[in-house]
């Protein structure tokens, strides 16, 4: 039987809400002529200077993975659920938010930016990406399952590779260094 942390996972919903609720306000604030859709949560630095800005129903990609393949089995793993959003800007760069259940059944977020390098290998439906954040969650007796934990909040660096099946949608491998790797799809809109 599949449980949920409820405490864990209201905490992430909570601060979830919030930052969209936030975010969606801050949108509103900026015009009626812009939508939330145009809105950037990315900071302008992270947009590569006289790069071409992604097109306009390419901007912002859905993620979300039902499972993760642990290279190590443990009976304390629980099913990984993850689902995440980004936004991307000029120069094939990304910000990101994701909320997660992560491998001990504990509700976890990871803040992220990142690069991608589109038609790798002259396959043109293949890209690559890096993302390079902060992860919250992993604490108490978790606390040393990741490396440079502290207080729950620790350094990361996922690389993935995708293969895009139409121009909005694609299967992801995320590689999850020593613990593992994470299937996802994505939408791009």
Not at 12 to 27: E, K
Not at 115 to 135: E, R, Y
Not at 167 to 176: E, I, R, T, V, Y
Request: glycine share 8%.
């Amino acid at each position: 039987m599949l449980r949920i942390p409820t405490q864990g996972l209201a905490k992430c919903l909570l601060i979830g809400t919030l930052c969209i609720t936030a975010l969606f306000d801050m949108a509103r604030a900026e015009g009626s002529e812009q939508t939330w859709h145009n809105w950037n949560p990315c900071t302008q630095a992270l947009a590569q200077d006289n790069a071409a800005e992604p097109d306009p129903d390419q901007q912002w990609e859905l993620v979300l993975s039902p499972y993760t393949y642990h290279w190590n089995y443990s009976a304390e793993h629980r099913p990984v659920i993850l689902g995440a959003l980004e936004r991307h800007v000029a120069g094939e760069r990304f910000c990101g938010l994701a909320l997660f259940r992560n491998s001990f059944g504990k509700a976890a977020t990871y803040v992220y930016v990142g690069k991608q390098w589109s038609g790798i290998w002259g396959q043109p439906k293949l890209t690559a990406k890096v993302s390079a954040g902060l992860i919250y969650g992993y604490r108490n007796e978790y606390q040393d399952k990741i490396p440079f934990n502290n207080y729950g909040v620790a350094p990361a660096i996922i690389p993935s590779l995708s293969y895009a099946f139409t121009p909005h949608d694609s299967g992801q491998l995320m590689l999850l260094g020593t613990a593992g790797v994470l299937f996802a799809y994505s939408h791009r809109f």
